[in-house]
């Protein structure tokens, strides 16, 4: 059974700062991986979607990367604003179609 | 844009009552999903769907059920509300492969 895992799990980072989210998965067999973003009480999302084609994505200040081969997954945010706090989930879709995902990383940037 | 809709943000409901959560998409998708997210939980999918009238159990499916009479409409059935049914419930949809949308979840409170 895939399982996707996030690091961390928790971030605190001054405005301004360049910082990275990672993912990991078991099971390399994947069509793609999803990006989304969580505000408390809301939601999901959407970031960014890779196909395990590709390598990466880019939306304005964001950049996923993919590595199916050792099930890794990094989300890099450049130059951090407070408006880009919240919990972020990646998730994982194989032969089934249906998304699996990590457990999230709740971001805070402070001013 | 994609639009995924839930009928309620906030729904207060009594034990042992039925509960139907409605979730609507826009644009003709033929997967959706049912989550529920709970702290330290994650999301976890209790059913989904990949057709008008096809349904097919998640992780967590006892105590709910569910409907796709139509495309567009997938509701989620709460056949006797108890009170560990307490969630934030999360509708997705998504074309075979590729992205997938979230409505803005119902705060669900069995009381």
């Known amino acids: 059974k895939q399982e996707v895992t996030q690091i961390p799990a928790a971030l605190s980072v001054p405005e301004g700062e360049n910082l990275v989210l990672n993912c990991s998965f078991t099971d390399s067999a994947i069509y793609n991986l999803q990006w989304f973003r969580q505000d408390p009480g809301k939601g999901l999302t959407s970031l960014l979607l890779?196909?395990?084609?590709?390598r990466e994505q880019t939306s304005g200040r964001l950049n996923a990367s993919l590595d199916k081969s050792s099930g890794r997954s990094t989300l890099y945010i450049a130059a951090s604003q407070p408006g880009d706090s919240a919990t972020y989930l990646c998730a994982v879709s194989g032969g089934s179609y249906i998304p699996t995902f990590g457990r999230g990383t709740s971001l805070i940037v402070h001013p | 844009d994609v639009k995924v809709t839930q009928s309620s943000r906030y729904l207060v409901k009594r034990t042992g009552e039925k509960v139907f959560l409605e979730c609507v998409q826009d644009m003709d998708h033929e997967n959706m999903f049912w989550y529920r997210q709970d702290p330290g939980l994650g999301l976890r999918l209790i059913y989904f769907?990949?057709?008008?009238?096809?349904?097919e159990k998640g992780d967590i499916p006892e105590g709910y059920s569910v409907s796709r009479e139509k495309k567009e409409r997938f509701s989620l059935i709460l056949e006797s509300a108890s009170t560990n049914q307490t969630s934030m419930y999360l509708c997705a949809s998504s074309p075979a492969l590729q992205e997938a949308f979230f409505g803005q979840g119902t705060r669900l409170t069995v009381v």
């Open positions: 769907s990949y057709d008008v009238k096809m349904k």
């Open positions: 890779i196909q395990s084609s590709q």
